[in-house]
């Protein structure tokens, strides 16, 4: 199943992940959404203090919601972001690491055919820099690298039978992030929504040998996101619960 | 703890059964999958689990998971020191790695958990 969804809020977008996650247990299935966001939102990653925001003042007006995935705090604007579920049998294997390479060599592929070069980080992980608030300013291994910035992060919620990776595409720099130059700051490459999205499911389709219809989202899945955003996304005990 | 003393969910916790107190952690094969652990979440004490629904999270550098409860209670202790001291799921999964102790309100689901035999199985069936 294949999603191109419009701009929506934080606490919507989060709760529309959490709601396919659940309902990849029940039928099972790969589905790859894409979305953007409107308004700007700041999200934080799930172990992250609430506090810490503070740290980043040029964001503070945004709005915010906590992921259900880890990592650092992502400022949400001029970004393609995808999520992308797969029903597995066992859910810890590292094999699942596979899905960030998979995903994030797609954009190289296609970002290439508009002359824009990026590449896979291949350093370590660790060090202050996996400390910051931001998660764009940090580096792990497989995050997509443009002359020296990060453009493009995956992060992992493993559920009991399913995965969800989501992650971002920087497309251009966010007043509410000036420390971040996009693709287009550092390319001068414009990067259209739609018609890469299309793009990236069918490369993607072709790596996972998955034919990808574009359909509307089941009403089940609107109904448990409607449900989802009222008692988590949208919460303030989940928000700023640590 | 002697890990052939122990039980194991199919989702990688382990239980050590004392008579009507379960102590429970994450084996050492799901310590080597998750890899890098920087936090965990742990249950509050007071609060009722149930096999088969998550306890608690844990993420590693870019994935977050959830743990599963192998057994049906309350919590009565938990390891609190240990999201301070992940290191310890490594250097001691069994022992000084436990996460919390469960006062079982019914031994039903003990008698569905493997033996380290069946456990080491599946651990080589997935992988």
Known sequence: MLLIDHAARGSWNMAMDQAILEWVDYHPQIVLRFYQWNPATLSLGYFQR???????????????????????????????????????????????????????????????????????????SAGEAQKSFLCFERRSPGDLI?????????????????????????????????????????????????GFATQVAEAIGERMQVNFSRGDTPVEIVDATKRIEIEKFSNLAWNQNR | MDPSQLKYAETHEWAFIDGDVATIGISSHAVEQLTDLVYMDLPTVGASVSAGTPFGEVESVKATSDLYSPVDGEVIEVNSTLPDNLDLLNTDPYGEGWIMKVKLSSHDAVAKLLDQAGYEKQCSEQG
């Open chain 1, 50 to 124: 609430h506090a810490d925001r503070s740290l980043h003042s040029s964001s503070a007006e945004l709005d915010l919601v906590r992921r259900a995935s880890g990592g650092g705090a992502i400022v949400h604007d001029q970004e393609l972001t995808y999520s992308l579920f797969v029903p597995v049998a066992q859910r810890l294997s590292q094999s699942h690491r596979d899905y960030y390479d998979l995903v994030h060599q797609v954009f190289i592929d296609l970002l290439a055919e508009m002359g824009v070069q990026t590449q896979l980080y291949v350093g370590e």
């Open chain 1, 146 to 194: 443009l002359s020296g910035f990060k453009v493009g992060g995956s992060a992992q919620r493993r559920s009991r039978q399913t995965i969800l990776q989501h992650g971002s595409l920087l497309l251009r720099q966010s007043s509410a992030a000036p420390e971040l130059p996009g693709i287009l700051e550092l390319s001068g490459a414009t990067v259209d929504y739609l």
